[in-house]
Every structure is written in structure tokens, then in C-alpha cells.
């Protein structure tokens, strides 16, 4: 009887010292798995982060060697007047642009979260602007806005409005770079509706049964339970808000016209590259970029540990 | 004032009818519950009463307002779910305070009624956890102390221990007849557990297909089932319900050419009318060859201890269940007799109605 304890016990549990060469193995076959994602991610994101740091310390004008001179790039930062201008701007447009997007694009995917025959219809209408190049957006855009031809105009006209000339006063330029950022609102709309679907019926009924206003339950059992996706929409929606290119470049160019007012950050890096081929001081701009949405980010994510509810977590 | 009255109530899904009209009166006070099979529309009506689902025709009323058009907080009511329903994201003490705090209550008045709440179910400890660090237990004790705090005119309860052990739902149920004594409120309870059903009513409204089939008190629908549905629905198991033919009103001939004496009155009937018979488990007994009414072979045995369930095949579409001693020992392929005590039988008409006793 001891000695069948005694292979059971030995047989339930293998020694330490096969356990640790068994959790070797796996931890290996686990590295053997993540490789290639981890040679891609090495190849194409952090040696390419590290060069733009070193080269951001350089006088680099592609042709030729790049030469290092320290800060100075950083220093010229602070006498560039479109740096500060484009920082400005950029600063508007992502304070504006992304809590706008936000409640718009919750505001829609709680309207699609009523079952309606046409529910499918109307999740897809949504999201095709997604899909449409930024580029063909923003023409389509110019177009819609023209003073005169534009339909816009038109219709505000034809109600007693005296539109402006949307694209060329400095007053409303970045407004309908706002708007035109807004549109494709689709993928954010889908996020908010996976969370949406993702309450319990039940929950949801019993905020009904224990007050009779929409915007309680809105406010105190549907937005908490959505907060890791209105955290990853506010994330990503700030990455993308300062990444802003494809848009201002089509309506204001390289100079950010009218008068600047549509002038972006990616837009005076961009300029700094492939118009004057200063490419250590592009780097520059980029890693100041770099390190603006990082502190962005890691803040967001720091406060997130008090406004966002994890359904896993029993704290 | 928490009564209930139900007035022609339909609902429909698309073209489908699932509450083919309802009329039903439940008193201030009174423990009903509903049961049925899955489909019957049970658990539609008790949303339909609460609000959740929209009523197509008919009328509401709960404590004499008609409440048909009315917000669900604005019946006057509470509900325990299933699956508890609490608000993940929410300690216990914000769960029962929520809905106080919404209806505009003061600080003071919240905690005092949360905490007196929290003590009567004994969940003190549980205020400061959220539902994820709670056993299930202990979250349905907590959506019943949310449904309390609000002291609504009527409690609604949606199965509500179907999710838990069987332990832990004996204990829930005795303590939810507790709190029916002790706050004296309406409740509806719904069910698929016929135990739950039997020990927890006042009076059992028995649904099938969207229709009220009975509305009686536990011991009327047991032992005076309105018709074959119910008979063959309460009780478990279920009651034998046997073919036979009424000659004269007096005498029964069984599907197998056995004949008995029926002693009760019977309405007219033409002569050899097929008839069925409704003989509960526990009134078959085992007997000796000489007083057999039936002979079968044994198909299941079940052995519960103190009780053994036997299925006996009689003849061809025709088996009997008997409730036994635990000390029977018989076994699968046996050849059993039984005899009935046809004192506590039922009998149904040919359109499946109880036509005796009366």
C-alpha cells in the first residue's frame, strides 16, 4: 500500500528538476512561434525608431554621409515658426477632431444597436467611407465645398446663409479638415458597437427597471461597461489625430493655406524631407512626435486604471 | 396595494402569437407562481407585466393603475434575473443603491436602507465586493436585497435559482418564502422546477402554448388537475394517464382489457366512451398475481434510497409508473402487479378535461 502511494505521489508530480527542463522547452517552442513577428517587428519598427533617433542628430541631406552635429536640430526647433505653427495647429485639430469622433461615432453605434431589419445595411453604409483613399475623400470634399458649384454652399445659401469660402478663409479651413477627418467614422462606430453588443440583455433591463431616464442608464451602466473601447478609440483616435497628413496636404499643400491655418505637423516634416532635403531635422520633428504621443498615451493609460472597467477583474 | 390583474393580454413575435390571451387576477399579498414548459411564455408574461416586453392587446394593472403604457420604473416593480443582472462594474452597496440614488433619495436615507437591507439577508460583508469576487449564492442574495431596497408594490422573480446548486437552491427558496412572510409584498415567481412551484405558491398558474391551462392552489392542481396537460405537467413523476373505456359511468375498462369499478360521479357519457385515466405514481402498488390490475415488465429502475421509481411496459403504447418502497429490489426485466387506488384517480373526458371528481 506505502509503496503504491509512493509511485502515485511520484507519478502525480514530476521532480522540480523535470519540470524546470519541461518549461524550458515550452518557453522555447513559445520564442520558436513569435519569431518571425519578432524579426518583423525589429526590422520594420525599432531599428527604423533607433535610426530616426540617431539621424535626428545629424546633418542628413540624403545625398552624401549623414554628419553628426548633437542638438542642433532640436535647438532650430525652437525658432521655426511653422513648427510651432503646425504644433498649434495639429494640437486644435486632435482637441477637437477626437472627442468630436467619439460621440459621434458612439452616438451612431447606439442608434445601430436597436435591431432593425436594416441593421446590417446601415453597420455597412458606415464603414465604406472607412475604406475610401483619404486622398479621393478629401477631393470629393473640395468639391462638395467649392463656393458657388459646391452643394454645401448651395443648400446653406438657398436657407438664408452666407456660407464661406470653406477652404480658403483661414477662419474655417481647419474646420473642414475637422469635418472631413470625422467622416470616415465607420471603424470607431464598429468598436463601440462590439461593447454595446457585448452587455448582458439582462443589465440593461435592470437599469430600465431602476430608472425610467435613458440618459442614466446611458451614463452610469452603458458607458462604464464600454470604457476599454472608448479607451482604445480615444488611444488610437490621438495617434492618428497628430499623424494627420493625407488631408491637409490635399487641401492646403505644403504651405498650409490659406495662411497657414491648415498647416500640420506631419506636413512641415514631410516638407523638411522631400522639399528642402533636410532629413536630419525631419527625424528631429518626427522623434518630438514620437515622444508627445507616447506621453499622450502612457497618461491616458495611467488614468485609465480609475476610469476603465475590465469585465475580468473583481477588484 | 400590490395587486395584479391581467385583462385579454396577447403578445406577438412577427405573425407568431406567443400570449394568446390572459386573464388573470393576482392578489395584494399573494405568492403565484407560474410554470410551464420552455416556450410556454411564461417567462414573456412576467416581462410583459414588468414592462420589459410590449403588450399587443390587452390591459395592466398592478395595485389598481392601469400600467400598460408605463416605463418599467414606473410600474412600481422589481426583478431578480436568472443570470443576478447585477451591474458588473458596481460594489453590492452601489448595486442596491443605484436605483434609490436615481429616484433622487438622499445620502442618508440610501445608506440607511442598503445597510437594514443588507442585514435582514445577512450580505453586511458582501457591500463592499463586486459581483466577479461573489460566489453565485451570494450575487442572488444581493439581487434580491436590489430588488428590496426599492420596496416595490410587486417582486418578480425570473427563475431565479436555476443557476445555482442544489444545495444552495433549497436554502435560497426557504429563505425567499422568508422574506414573502416577512414583507408581506406581492410576488411572481417563474419557474420550470415544479418543487420550487409546489412549495413556494400561493396558487400555480400553469401555462402551455401562451394559455393559462389552471390557476389553483399547489394541493388543486396536483390532485385536481383541470385536464391532461397539467395532470401529465405537475408531479414528478408524472401521473400514469391510462386509456380506458366508461361503460354505464360505472365500470372502467383498461387499454389492456383489465375492468374496475369507478365509484365517482361522472357526467353523461355515451356508453364505452374513450375516457382517460389519471392514477398518480404513489397510488400503484405492488401486488400479488391474484389482485393484479396490471402486469408489466420492469424497463427502468431507479433507486433513490428511501423511494424506487420502477417503468413498467403493460402492453403495446401503454407503461406505468410506480413510486415504491426504498427496500424494493427489483431489477430491469422483472415481472411486476400492481393494483390502483383509484381514491385519489383522475378522470378526463374525451377532450382531455377532468370529468371526475368534480
Not at chain 1, 522623434?287 to 491616458?300: E, H, M, R, S, Y
Not at chain 2, 442585514?119 to 453565485?136: D, F, H, N, Y
Not at chain 2, 401562451?210 to 405537467?233: D, K, S, W
Request: overall charge neutral.
Amino acid at each position: 500500500m506505502a509503496a503504491g502511494t509512493q509511485i502515485a505521489v511520484s507519478g502525480a508530480s514530476p521532480s522540480p528538476r523535470r519540470r524546470r527542463r519541461a518549461g524550458r522547452g515550452e518557453a522555447r517552442a513559445g520564442v520558436l512561434f513569435a519569431l518571425p513577428w519578432m524579426i518583423g517587428l525589429a526590422t520594420f519598427t525599432i531599428i527604423p525608431l533607433i535610426l530616426t533617433f540617431y539621424i535626428a542628430q545629424t546633418k542628413f541631406q540624403i545625398v552624401g554621409p549623414p554628419k553628426y552635429i548633437g542638438l542642433e536640430n532640436y535647438e532650430a526647433m525652437w525658432t521655426d515658426a511653422a513648427f510651432w505653427r503646425s504644433a498649434q495647429n495639429t494640437l486644435f485639430f486632435a482637441a477637437v477632431s477626437v472627442p468630436l469622433k467619439l460621440a459621434l461615432a458612439l452616438g451612431l453605434a447606439l442608434l445601430l444597436n436597436r435591431a432593425t431589419a436594416l441593421s446590417g445595411l446601415y453597420r455597412t453604409v458606415f464603414y465604406l467611407p472607412f475604406l475610401m483613399p483619404a486622398v479621393a475623400g478629401s477631393v470629393v470634399f473640395m468639391l462638395l465645398l467649392t463656393p458657388g458649384a459646391g452643394p454645401v454652399n448651395i443648400i446653406l445659401e438657398a436657407f438664408g446663409f452666407n456660407p464661406p469660402d470653406w477652404l480658403r478663409d483661414p477662419d474655417s479651413a481647419l474646420w473642414a479638415i475637422i469635418m472631413l477627418s470625422i467622416w470616415p467614422l465607420g471603424v470607431e462606430t464598429l468598436v463601440f458597437l462590439g461593447g454595446l453588443q457585448n452587455i448582458p440583455r439582462d443589465v440593461s433591463e435592470a437599469a430600465e427597471l431602476d430608472s425610467p431616464e435613458p440618459w442614466h442608464k446611458l451614463w452610469w451602466i452603458t458607458l462604464p461597461l464600454i470604457t476599454p473601447m472608448i479607451l482604445f478609440n480615444l488611444v488610437i483616435g490621438i495617434i492618428y489625430s497628430f499623424q494627420i497628413f493625407a488631408q491637409a496636404i490635399v487641401i492646403g499643400g505644403t504651405t498650409g493655406t490659406p495662411a497657414e491655418a491648415t498647416l500640420m505637423y506631419m506636413v512641415v516634416i514631410y516638407r523638411a524631407a522631400f522639399r528642402y532635403f533636410n532629413v536630419g531635422y525631419a527625424a528631429a520633428l518626427a522623434t518630438v512626435l514620437f515622444f508627445v504621443v507616447l506621453l499622450l498615451a502612457l497618461l491616458i493609460f495611467r488614468t485609465a486604471r480609475s476610469w476603465v472597467y475590465y469585465e475580468g477583474e473583481s477588484r | 396595494m400590490g395587486a395584479v390583474t391581467l385583462t385579454g393580454v396577447r403578445k406577438l413575435f412577427g405573425t407568431m402569437e406567443v400570449i394568446k390571451g390572459i386573464d388573470l387576477a393576482i392578489a395584494d399579498r399573494e405568492l403565484v407562481v407560474f410554470v410551464g414548459p420552455s416556450g410556454c411564455g411564461k417567462s414573456t408574461l412576467l416581462r410583459m407585466i414588468a414592462g420589459l416586453e410590449d403588450v399587443d392587446y390587452g390591459a395592466i394593472e398592478i395595485a389598481g393603475r392601469d400600467v400598460t403604457e408605463l416605463a418599467p420604473a414606473l410600474r412600481g416593480v422589481a426583478m431578480v434575473f436568472q443570470n443576478y443582472a447585477l451591474y458588473p462594474h458596481m460594489t453590492a452597496y452601489d448595486n442596491m443603491a443605484y436605483g434609490l440614488r436615481r429616484a433622487g433619495l438622499a445620502g442618508a436615507e440610501v445608506d440607511k436602507r442598503v445597510r437594514a437591507t443588507a442585514a435582514m439577508l445577512q450580505i453586511t460583508e458582501l457591500l463592499p465586493r463586486r459581483p466577479k469576487a461573489m460566489s453565485g449564492g451570494q450575487r442572488q442574495r444581493v439581487a434580491i436585497g436590489r430588488a428590496i431596497v426599492r420596496n416595490p408594490e410587486v417582486f418578480m422573480f425570473d427563475e431565479p435559482l436555476s443557476n445555482l446548486d442544489a444545495a444552495l437552491r433549497v436554502e435560497m427558496r426557504s429563505q425567499i418564502a422568508r422574506l414573502h412572510r416577512e414583507l408581506q409584498a406581492t410576488m411572481i415567481f417563474v419557474t420550470h422546477d415544479q418543487v420550487e412551484a409546489m412549495t413556494l405558491a400561493d396558487r400555480i398558474v400553469v401555462l402551455n402554448g401562451g394559455r393559462i391551462e389552471q390557476v389553483g392552489t399547489p394541493r388543486e392542481v396536483y390532485h385536481r388537475p383541470a385536464n391532461i396537460f397539467v395532470a401529465g405537467f405537475i408531479g414528478s413523476p408524472a401521473m400514469n394517464l391510462l386509456p380506458a373505456n366508461l361503460h354505464r359511468g360505472a365500470a372502467l375498462e383498461l387499454g389492456w382489457g383489465t375492468r374496475v369499478t369507478w365509484t365517482a360521479a361522472v357526467p353523461a357519457l355515451p356508453d364505452n366512451a374513450p375516457v382517460t385515466l389519471g392514477v398518480r405514481p404513489e397510488r400503484v402498488s405492488l401486488c400479488d398475481a391474484a389482485r393484479a390490475q396490471a402486469s408489466g415488465e420492469v424497463t427502468l429502475a431507479e433507486h433513490l434510497g428511501d423511494e424506487t421509481i420502477l417503468h413498467l411496459k403493460v402492453s403495446d403504447g401503454v407503461s406505468l409508473t410506480v413510486k415504491a418502497g426504498g427496500d424494493v429490489a427489483a431489477l430491469v426485466g422483472d415481472r411486476l402487479h400492481v393494483a390502483f387506488d383509484l381514491a385519489g384517480a383522475c378522470l378526463f373526458g374525451p377532450d382531455g378535461r377532468r370529468i371526475a371528481p368534480d
